[in-house]
T-cell receptor
Protein backbone atom coordinates (compact mmCIF):
# COMPACT_ATOMS: atom_id res chain seq x y z
CA UNK A 1 0.00 0.00 0.00
CA UNK A 2 0.87 3.66 -0.23
CA UNK A 3 3.06 5.21 2.44
CA UNK A 4 2.25 8.22 4.60
CA UNK A 5 4.94 9.54 6.89
CA UNK A 6 4.34 11.74 9.90
CA UNK A 7 7.00 13.77 11.67
CA UNK A 8 7.84 14.01 14.46
CA UNK A 9 6.71 10.80 16.14
CA UNK A 10 6.65 12.53 19.46
CA UNK A 11 7.22 16.05 20.70
CA UNK A 12 7.27 17.81 24.03
CA UNK A 13 6.73 21.54 24.15
CA UNK A 14 6.19 24.22 26.74
CA UNK A 15 2.84 25.87 27.31
CA UNK A 16 2.35 28.89 25.11
CA UNK A 17 4.61 27.73 22.33
CA UNK A 18 3.59 26.44 18.92
CA UNK A 19 4.43 23.09 17.41
CA UNK A 20 4.22 21.92 13.82
CA UNK A 21 3.46 18.38 12.71
CA UNK A 22 4.14 17.26 9.15
CA UNK A 23 2.28 14.67 7.13
CA UNK A 24 3.81 13.51 3.86
CA UNK A 25 2.61 11.12 1.20
CA UNK A 26 5.79 9.45 0.01
CA UNK A 27 4.73 7.65 -3.13
CA UNK A 28 1.51 9.25 -4.31
CA UNK A 29 -0.04 12.64 -4.71
CA UNK A 30 -2.48 13.31 -1.91
CA UNK A 31 -5.32 15.48 -3.11
CA UNK A 32 -6.95 15.29 0.29
CA UNK A 33 -5.48 14.92 3.75
CA UNK A 34 -7.25 14.45 7.04
CA UNK A 35 -6.18 15.21 10.60
CA UNK A 36 -7.45 13.21 13.53
CA UNK A 37 -6.99 13.52 17.25
CA UNK A 38 -7.03 10.70 19.73
CA UNK A 39 -7.22 11.18 23.48
CA UNK A 40 -5.87 8.40 25.70
CA UNK A 41 -7.97 5.26 25.52
CA UNK A 42 -10.45 6.92 23.19
CA UNK A 43 -11.30 6.77 19.54
CA UNK A 44 -10.02 8.92 16.71
CA UNK A 45 -11.95 12.08 16.08
CA UNK A 46 -11.69 13.92 12.80
CA UNK A 47 -10.43 17.47 13.24
CA UNK A 48 -10.25 18.77 9.70
CA UNK A 49 -10.05 17.97 6.02
CA UNK A 50 -7.58 19.71 3.76
CA UNK A 51 -7.42 19.82 0.01
CA UNK A 52 -4.28 20.88 -1.76
CA UNK A 53 -4.23 24.60 -2.40
CA UNK A 54 -7.40 25.45 -0.52
CA UNK A 55 -8.43 26.23 3.02
CA UNK A 56 -9.04 23.39 5.40
CA UNK A 57 -12.54 22.44 6.46
CA UNK A 58 -12.80 22.06 10.21
CA UNK A 59 -15.19 19.82 12.09
CA UNK A 60 -17.60 21.37 14.52
CA UNK A 61 -15.95 22.32 17.77
CA UNK A 62 -12.40 22.45 16.41
CA UNK A 63 -10.77 25.87 16.73
CA UNK A 64 -9.34 26.75 13.36
CA UNK A 65 -7.20 29.54 14.80
CA UNK A 66 -5.61 27.14 17.23
CA UNK A 67 -5.07 24.25 14.87
CA UNK A 68 -3.64 25.73 11.68
CA UNK A 69 -3.63 23.40 8.72
CA UNK A 70 -1.70 24.01 5.55
CA UNK A 71 -1.78 21.76 2.49
CA UNK A 72 0.59 23.63 0.23
CA UNK A 73 1.60 20.76 -2.00
CA UNK A 74 0.26 17.42 -3.15
CA UNK A 75 2.60 15.58 -0.84
CA UNK A 76 2.65 17.67 2.32
CA UNK A 77 0.17 18.88 4.88
CA UNK A 78 1.09 20.47 8.17
CA UNK A 79 -0.80 20.90 11.42
CA UNK A 80 0.40 23.67 13.70
CA UNK A 81 -0.87 23.72 17.26
CA UNK A 82 -0.59 27.35 18.29
CA UNK A 83 -0.18 28.57 21.84
CA UNK A 84 -0.27 25.03 23.07
CA UNK A 85 -1.72 24.17 26.47
CA UNK A 86 -1.58 20.93 28.45
CA UNK A 87 -5.12 20.06 27.34
CA UNK A 88 -3.81 19.94 23.77
CA UNK A 89 -1.68 16.97 24.71
CA UNK A 90 -2.90 14.14 22.55
CA UNK A 91 -2.08 11.73 19.76
CA UNK A 92 -2.49 13.32 16.35
CA UNK A 93 -2.80 11.17 13.22
CA UNK A 94 -3.04 12.20 9.61
CA UNK A 95 -4.36 10.31 6.63
CA UNK A 96 -3.99 10.97 2.94
CA UNK A 97 -6.04 10.06 -0.09
CA UNK A 98 -5.24 10.38 -3.77
CA UNK A 99 -3.26 8.82 -6.57
CA UNK A 100 -6.20 6.72 -7.67
CA UNK A 101 -6.24 4.84 -4.39
CA UNK A 102 -9.59 3.64 -3.12
CA UNK A 103 -8.79 4.22 0.51
CA UNK A 104 -6.97 6.69 2.72
CA UNK A 105 -3.62 5.79 4.24
CA UNK A 106 -2.63 6.73 7.75
CA UNK A 107 0.57 8.12 9.15
CA UNK A 108 2.13 6.60 12.25
CA UNK A 109 0.91 9.42 14.47
CA UNK A 110 2.51 12.11 16.60
CA UNK A 111 2.28 12.16 20.36
CA UNK A 112 2.23 15.73 21.62
CA UNK A 113 2.88 16.48 25.26
CA UNK A 114 2.53 20.06 26.45
CA UNK A 115 4.18 20.81 29.78
CA UNK B 1 -25.61 11.01 10.07
CA UNK B 2 -23.09 8.25 9.76
CA UNK B 3 -22.00 6.44 12.88
CA UNK B 4 -20.14 3.35 13.95
CA UNK B 5 -20.84 1.40 17.11
CA UNK B 6 -18.54 -1.10 18.73
CA UNK B 7 -20.61 -2.47 21.61
CA UNK B 8 -17.74 -4.14 23.43
CA UNK B 9 -15.23 -1.84 25.09
CA UNK B 10 -13.13 -4.67 26.46
CA UNK B 11 -12.87 -8.31 25.47
CA UNK B 12 -10.70 -10.95 27.10
CA UNK B 13 -10.02 -14.29 25.47
CA UNK B 14 -7.61 -17.12 26.09
CA UNK B 15 -4.83 -17.75 23.64
CA UNK B 16 -6.02 -20.22 21.02
CA UNK B 17 -9.67 -19.36 21.48
CA UNK B 18 -11.81 -17.89 18.74
CA UNK B 19 -12.59 -14.19 18.59
CA UNK B 20 -15.41 -12.05 17.30
CA UNK B 21 -15.43 -8.28 17.57
CA UNK B 22 -18.71 -6.58 16.79
CA UNK B 23 -19.25 -3.53 14.65
CA UNK B 24 -22.51 -1.92 13.62
CA UNK B 25 -22.77 1.06 11.33
CA UNK B 26 -25.32 3.59 10.29
CA UNK B 27 -24.96 4.86 6.76
CA UNK B 28 -27.43 5.73 4.04
CA UNK B 29 -25.63 4.15 1.10
CA UNK B 30 -23.32 1.21 0.63
CA UNK B 31 -20.47 1.92 2.99
CA UNK B 32 -16.78 1.41 2.69
CA UNK B 33 -15.88 -0.49 5.86
CA UNK B 34 -12.55 -1.03 7.54
CA UNK B 35 -10.98 -2.71 10.52
CA UNK B 36 -7.78 -1.31 11.99
CA UNK B 37 -5.57 -2.46 14.83
CA UNK B 38 -3.58 -0.16 17.06
CA UNK B 39 -0.89 -1.24 19.49
CA UNK B 40 -0.19 1.06 22.46
CA UNK B 41 1.38 4.31 21.35
CA UNK B 42 1.41 3.24 17.74
CA UNK B 43 -0.41 4.23 14.59
CA UNK B 44 -3.11 2.31 12.77
CA UNK B 45 -2.59 -0.87 10.82
CA UNK B 46 -5.22 -1.88 8.30
CA UNK B 47 -6.47 -5.42 8.86
CA UNK B 48 -9.03 -5.58 6.10
CA UNK B 49 -11.55 -3.58 4.13
CA UNK B 50 -14.84 -4.02 2.33
CA UNK B 51 -15.93 -1.99 -0.65
CA UNK B 52 -18.19 -4.33 -2.61
CA UNK B 53 -18.48 -7.88 -3.87
CA UNK B 54 -17.94 -10.92 -1.71
CA UNK B 55 -19.29 -10.14 1.74
CA UNK B 56 -16.69 -12.30 3.49
CA UNK B 57 -13.41 -10.46 3.47
CA UNK B 58 -10.04 -11.94 4.31
CA UNK B 59 -7.39 -9.81 5.91
CA UNK B 60 -3.93 -9.98 7.34
CA UNK B 61 -2.86 -11.93 10.41
CA UNK B 62 -5.61 -14.51 9.91
CA UNK B 63 -8.50 -12.08 10.42
CA UNK B 64 -11.70 -12.06 8.43
CA UNK B 65 -14.87 -10.00 8.51
CA UNK B 66 -18.35 -10.46 7.15
CA UNK B 67 -20.50 -7.65 5.81
CA UNK B 68 -24.17 -8.19 6.59
CA UNK B 69 -26.27 -5.46 5.05
CA UNK B 70 -29.48 -6.65 6.69
CA UNK B 71 -27.91 -6.29 10.11
CA UNK B 72 -25.74 -3.25 9.29
CA UNK B 73 -22.84 -5.17 10.72
CA UNK B 74 -19.23 -5.83 9.86
CA UNK B 75 -17.94 -8.17 12.56
CA UNK B 76 -14.30 -9.15 12.77
CA UNK B 77 -13.35 -12.76 13.46
CA UNK B 78 -10.30 -14.86 14.04
CA UNK B 79 -10.44 -18.63 14.64
CA UNK B 80 -7.45 -18.82 16.99
CA UNK B 81 -6.10 -15.82 18.84
CA UNK B 82 -2.41 -15.35 19.51
CA UNK B 83 -0.96 -13.39 22.44
CA UNK B 84 0.39 -10.84 19.96
CA UNK B 85 -3.16 -9.97 18.93
CA UNK B 86 -3.65 -8.03 22.17
CA UNK B 87 -4.33 -4.46 21.05
CA UNK B 88 -7.07 -1.94 20.34
CA UNK B 89 -9.30 -2.63 17.37
CA UNK B 90 -11.21 0.04 15.51
CA UNK B 91 -14.00 -0.35 13.01
CA UNK B 92 -14.42 2.54 10.58
CA UNK B 93 -16.75 3.62 7.82
CA UNK B 94 -15.85 5.96 5.00
CA UNK B 95 -18.49 8.56 4.50
CA UNK B 96 -19.78 9.42 1.07
CA UNK B 97 -16.66 8.46 -0.84
CA UNK B 98 -14.78 11.36 0.69
CA UNK B 99 -12.36 9.08 2.56
CA UNK B 100 -13.32 10.92 5.70
CA UNK B 101 -13.34 8.04 8.14
CA UNK B 102 -15.69 7.73 11.06
CA UNK B 103 -14.33 5.49 13.74
CA UNK B 104 -16.02 3.41 16.35
CA UNK B 105 -15.02 3.77 19.96
CA UNK B 106 -12.72 0.79 19.76
CA UNK B 107 -12.50 -2.60 21.46
CA UNK B 108 -9.54 -3.38 23.65
CA UNK B 109 -8.54 -7.03 23.35
CA UNK B 110 -6.72 -8.79 26.12
CA UNK B 111 -5.29 -12.25 25.53
CA UNK B 112 -4.71 -14.63 28.43
CA UNK B 113 -1.82 -17.05 28.21
Amino acid sequence: GAVVSQHPSWVICKSGTSVKIECRSLDFQATTMFWYRQFPKQSLMLMATSNEGSKATYEQGVEKDKFLINHASLTLSTLTVTSAHPEDSSFYICSAQGGGNTEAFFGQGTRLTVV
Amino acid sequence: AQSVTQPDIHITVSEGASLELRCNYSYGATPYLFWYVQSPGQGLQLLLKYFSGDTLVQGIKGFEAEFKRSQSSFNLRKPSVHWSDAAEYFCAVAAGGTYKYIFGTGTRLKVLA
